[in-house]
């Protein structure tokens, strides 16, 4: 087991596929796009991301990470068993700590439906009370997201109170798919965190919140929305490490994702409804 591999010494060598080069250009072409990983790159090639920002992933866990030949991006994606995962430090996540207060996170994803995901973002729940920034997770149970697409902001970076956790995330009505290649995507416009599947996002209409009675000010619980989610707050600046795969938990990394994910794209604007819904469909999610 090596940790903090970002394979992008001497000698390694970019053997990337050609992807739908139309496709990919058109994620590319949007002004607002602060990164997009493809995971197009052989097994233990640096993960560089496709904008002129040019982000690379540093590989922690079982490294490197096994490469897989499928996914709807570029044909490849890599392949995640619950120990591993993708970081950038806070001190070089530059345009990634997104200073709009709006971001949109776009995924590929084919989740094994094992348990709580995180995909991708800036999320830190333990160090310093929390550095909670922004991140798309699969299945969030606790607050009424099992198995569906969750949208995560906070602008203290801590629990939100007078609950023990943050409660402030959107839910999609639909759930995600096990062992199926889709398209996970959340936004946030200053206001609203929205969640979309496949380029769909489906509003829920308000709803008592799980394991919320009896908080002060809750005798009876929470009743809200939970797509669109209503967040006034913002997107605090709290100094959380980007990561790819997990965050960082009390007792170390956590919330893993367990499946295959074929690319990331991040964005420092919440994108229109129908221009994420235009994105989602580029790629073919039968992941050949």
């Not at 052989?42 to 496709?50: F, I, L, N, T, W």
């Not at 970081?87 to 989740?111: C, D, F, H, M």
Request: proline share 6%; glycine share 12%; with cysteine.
């Amino acid at each position: 087991m090596t940790f903090g591999k970002d394979f992008s010494g001497p000698g390694s060598v970019n053997k990337s596929l050609s992807p739908d080069s139309r496709a990919v250009r058109q994620v590319l072409r949007n002004r607002h796009l602060v990164a997009f990983w493809d995971f197009s790159e052989v097994e233990g090639c640096a993960k560089r991301d496709k904008s002129q920002n040019g982000f690379i992933l540093q590989e922690y866990g079982n490294t490197p990470l096994p490469v897989v030949d499928e996914g709807p991006v570029s044909g490849r994606s890599v392949r995640l068993d619950g120990a591993s995962y993708f970081s950038i430090p806070y001190r070089q996540s530059g345009k990634l700590n997104v200073k709009t207060n709006e971001v949109t996170v776009i995924a590929w994803i084919k989740w094994s439906g094992e348990q709580t995901g995180f995909v991708a973002g800036m999320w830190n729940e333990y160090q310093d009370g929390g550095k909670r920034q922004y991140g798309l997770f699969v299945s969030l149970p606790h607050y009424n997201g099992k198995n569906q697409v969750c949208g995560h902001i906070s602008q203290s970076g801590k629990a939100t109170p007078p609950f023990p956790y943050s409660i402030d995330y959107s839910a999609s009505q639909q759930e995600v798919p096990p062992g199926e290649w889709c398209c996970v995507a959340f936004s946030y416009d200053g206001a609203y965190i929205r969640s979309y599947l496949d380029g769909v996002c489906i509003p829920r209409a308000p709803e008592l919140i799980l394991h919320t009675k009896g908080f002060e000010g809750y005798p009876d619980g929470l009743v809200q929305s939970k797509n669109p989610y209503y967040f006034p707050d913002g997107i605090g600046d709290n100094g959380s490490d980007f990561t790819i795969g997990a965050v960082s938990l009390k007792n170390g990394m956590g919330n893993f994702f367990i499946g295959c994910i074929g690319g990331v794209a991040v964005y420092d604007k919440a994108l229109p409804a129908d221009e994420i819904a235009k994105i989602s469909r580029l790629f073919n999610l039968s992941g050949q």
